[in-house]
């Protein structure tokens, strides 16, 4: 079950995630993990609800997992797929903002991430 929405690092204090329904605001403060690749990383499916379909695509796909600290102090985890154009400059924003460096999965998503 994806939901469509948009990803906003312009925010001085927050990222956001808006969709036509709602926004989720993540303070960058709270951010401890950036992970970049082109599946998702088996430990963090448990925490998103995605269709088995989405998953199973043959299409390349940009995917960026976020970790969070929430405000009861539980560790947190959202999985983006990113737009191949929107890639670097999401990355280098989140970078920018949280101080947390990005992993990448593989050389292939290094070079995608930071091309």
């Not at 929405?5 to 926004?23: D, E, I």
């Not at 401890?32 to 998953?55: C, H, I, M, T, W």
């Not at 797929?81 to 924003?93: F, I, M, N, P, T």
């Amino acid at each position: 079950m994806g939901v469509n929405g948009a990803l906003f690092t312009t925010h001085r204090l927050m990222f956001h995630f808006a969709t036509k329904k709602t926004t989720l605001a993540v303070p960058y403060e709270r951010i401890n993990l950036l992970e970049y690749g082109q599946k998702v990383d088996r430990r963090y499916v448990a925490a998103v609800l995605l269709s088995p379909l989405f998953l199973l695509s043959k299409s390349r796909r940009h995917f960026l997992t976020l970790g969070y600290v929430d405000e009861r102090g539980d560790q947190q985890a959202l999985v983006f797929q990113v737009e191949k154009g929107d890639v670097r400059v999401v990355l280098s924003s989140l970078e920018a903002r949280t101080g947390v460096k990005v992993t990448f999965q593989d050389e292939e998503a290094r070079k995608a991430g930071k091309g």
